[in-house]
């Protein structure tokens, strides 16, 4: 009896340092971000306006956003300010979690990971700037071409959030393909030959994804699948150069 209680003890110590740790990681994310949400409130309407940017530079003359709730013209700022805390405390969040995990991963676990991590959080912000420069501008400037004359353009400015929001998901993700297929290969479930034979297949998904998760015109989804065949092929490097003893040996 005694033995089993000694047994488990270094277990449980274990796992509670484990809990303490996780707590205290926790505690140090949602500070942070709170840390920068503070920092950017003062902004919060300078920020919409860097927002809106896109859409108001292709709005015909008089062409502005409305706010249709009484409120919204002070809760869409702040919901973009948090939203831009979170953009802005990626890396402080994800080093968290990396110091959390790290402690238990090998040393060519290490190795692998990091460049992962860091790879797809430059990814996502990349995927993110190209919606914000090269995307809405021609999206919305393809839209207002075939607006009729006697409909003005008035966005709400609630809605136009949601809408970028949606945008700078999309592609934030879409542009994390290498990295995806990175982990596949690693994991040994694909092989860079593999997915070169599959190019066909991948190409087609690629379209229906686009055009499914993009706004219904031809711009955007061009402006997203041409990418994503890009960062295909680059993702088949990527496979290549990572495991290329996998794929010697399939």
Not at 139 to 148: A, R
Not at 219 to 239: D, F, H, K, N, T
Request: aromatic share 12%; glycine share 6%; charged share 10%.
């Amino acid at each position: 009896m005694h033995d089993a209680e000694a047994d488990s003890s270094p277990s449980e110590t274990r796992l509670i340092d484990h809990l303490i740790e996780l707590r205290a990681r926790l505690l140090r994310a949602v500070t942070g971000l709170i840390v920068v949400f503070l920092a950017l409130m003062p902004f919060a309407s300078r920020l919409y306006a860097w927002l809106a940017a896109p859409l108001l530079s292709k709005l015909p003359a008089g062409g502005q956003l409305i706010a249709n709730d009484p409120a919204g013209g002070f809760f869409v700022p702040v919901k973009l300010a948090f939203f831009a805390a979170v953009f802005a405390s990626v890396p402080w969040l994800l080093y968290q979690a990396w110091a959390f995990v790290a402690p238990g991963l090998y040393q060519r676990e290490k190795k692998l990971a990091l460049p992962l991590l860091v790879s797809a959080v430059t990814l996502f912000y990349a995927g993110c700037a190209f919606a914000y420069f090269l995307v809405l501008p021609a999206v919305f400037g393809f839209l207002s071409k075939f607006t009729p004359a006697v409909v003005a353009m008035m966005p709400d400015i609630g809605k136009y959030l949601d809408f970028v929001l949606v945008i700078f998901l999309a592609f934030g993700a879409s542009f994390e393909l290498p990295v995806a297929l990175v982990i596949l290969a690693l994991l040994g479930w694909v092989t860079p030959q593999q997915l070169r034979e599959s190019r066909g297949y991948a190409i087609v998904g690629v379209f229906v994804i686009a055009a499914v998760i993009t706004p219904p015109d031809v711009v955007s989804q061009l402006m997203l699948a041409i990418p994503m065949c890009i960062l295909y092929e680059l993702g088949i490097l990527a496979a290549a150069w990572v495991a290329p003893k996998r794929e010697a040996s399939a």
